[in-house]
């Protein structure tokens, strides 16, 4: 059985909206190489949406992109990407995958197929099966802004504390902070 690793920017004040992480050569890489170390990933279907109107793009080379832009786009587009949905049941991008039914049923099975372990990237699904039990990981690219709006990490909350423990924090040159912890409880 794979682990379900949770992986977001966030603000110090608990923003986790996109456009207000720092996205450059120094960032791009380690996300990259968690995608390549995990055998799938897993969104929601808005996430999806996002990630679908503008990746498959520059992995074609229809979008300028930096090196580590584009390569995260080659890759992102090669991988397995599974799609939590109750609305919507065409996924066109390649190597997509619907999720439907029971979301705890449907995602164990899931880690259970993936030995490498499965990537969840969207807020609102991570902090659903964050309610299931089935988190496993968190990696946070910590950014150093305060930016004083949401959405914010956990918003609805969680049924208890998670304990976790810390596996790594690896400073980065431009103030942001690459966490890695795993559940302790």
Not at 56 to 85: I, Q
Not at 125 to 135: N, P, S, Y
Request: glycine share 8%.
């Amino acid at each position: 059985m794979g682990l379900l690793t949770f992986s977001i920017n966030i603000t110090l004040d608990g923003c986790v909206d996109h456009r207000e992480g720092i996205a450059d050569e120094k960032t791009h890489p380690l996300f990259t190489q968690l995608m390549d170390e995990s055998g799938a990933m897993l969104w929601g279907r808005t996430t999806y949406e996002m990630m679908e109107s503008a990746w498959p793009a520059v992995a074609r080379g229809e979008v300028e992109a930096d090196s580590t832009m584009r390569e995260w786009a080659v890759k992102l587009d090669a991988k397995p990407k599974y799609v939590v949905s109750s609305t919507r049941e065409d996924f066109p991008w390649a190597n997509s995958h619907r999720i439907a039914g029971d979301l705890r049923e449907g995602v164990q099975n899931l880690k259970d197929e993936t030995p490498a372990g499965v990537l969840v990237g969207s807020v609102s699904l991570a902090a659903e099966l964050d309610r299931l039990g089935l988190v496993d990981e968190y990696r946070f690219l910590v950014q150093p802004r305060i930016v004083g709006h949401g959405p914010t990490l956990y918003e609805r909350g969680l049924p208890s504390t998670r304990r976790l423990a810390l596996i790594s924090a690896t400073p980065l040159q431009n103030g942001a902070i690459w966490t890695h912890y795993r559940r302790a409880d």
